[in-house]
Nanobody, 115 residues
Framework: QVQVVESGGGLVQAGGSLRLSCAAS????????MGWYRQAPGKQRELVAI???????TYADSVKGRFTISRDNAKNTVYLQMNSLKPEDTAVYYC?????????WGQGTQVTVSS
């Protein structure tokens, strides 16, 4: 059974930083593409960043230059370093793991950026 668990959300002032973590278990982590998504109230869930099994990142235009996705295969963990946060970054952030033909989601972690 694959499990995906996020942590690290919280309340931060605009311009501040947070680092989210996502621990995945139950599969060969190093072979999986991992991603971060977010969903703000009243909006659809959107892609924030993806990192391939080889470590190649892809970012949404809205976070380029501010967010960095990385992975530590020894710890089965993917990170999202978020800098220069804006109020519009406020959302529930979800981690997603692609395992073969299936995908698995975490329960989400709230990020709130105050102005």
């Amino acid at each position: 059974q694959v499990q995906v668990v996020e942590s690290g959300g919280g309340l931060v002032q605009a311009g501040g930083s947070l680092r989210l973590s996502c621990a995945a278990s139950g599969s060969i982590f190093r072979a999986n593409t991992m991603g971060w998504y977010r969903q703000a109230p009243g909006k659809q869930r959107e892609l924030v960043a993806i990192i391939s099994s080889t470590g190649s990142p892809t970012y949404a235009d809205s976070v380029k230059g501010r967010f960095t996705i990385s992975r530590d295969n020894a710890k089965n963990t993917v990170y999202l370093q978020m800098n220069s946060l804006k109020p519009e970054d406020t959302a529930v952030y979800y981690c997603r793991s692609w395992v073969l033909t299936n995908t698995y989601w975490g329960q989400g972690t709230q990020v709130t950026v105050s102005s």
